[in-house]
């Protein structure tokens, strides 16, 4: 499997999870004397599964980045280092917009 069908599958199954997660709490409480609308069994089954195989694919992903080399350090480095770069930027970014937008103020005079 190529690492950019794992980065794929790793996201279908992220919102695979979520889903579940969604399925299994609507299904949390139902009213006394009803059933509820699905079985939360089979749906912490599916939901073990996925888990099971989101863990299986990250730690494999993980293994591919720190094997792989690019200018002498490992692949997992630069990712860190991208996602901590996004991170700080995305704070100037939002402190930006919040210092440049305009405010209207009233006196009570």
């Known amino acids: 499997m190529k690492l950019a069908e794992a980065l ?3 996201k279908e199954l992220t919102s695979t999870i979520e889903v579940l997660r969604t399925r299994l709490l609507q299904n949390a409480t139902i009213q006394e004397g009803t059933k509820p ?5 089979e749906i912490m ?3 073990n ?3 099971s195989r989101s863990i299986e694919l990250i730690c494999r992903i993980n293994r591919t980045n720190s094997e792989s080399v690019l200018d002498g350090r490992p ?3 630069w990712v860190v280092e991208r996602d901590q770069l996004m991170k700080k930027a995305s704070v100037y970014r939002e ?5 440049g ?5 009233y006196s009570r005079l």
Do not use: C, H, M, W
């Open 75 to 77: 692949l997992g480095d």
């Open 37 to 41: 609308t699905e079985d939360p069994i």
């Open 95 to 99: 402190f930006a917009n919040k210092a």
């Open 101 to 105: 937008s305009v405010v209207d103020r």
């Open 8 to 10: 794929r599958e790793r």
């Open 45 to 47: 089954q599916a939901l």
């Open 49 to 51: 599964n996925a888990v």
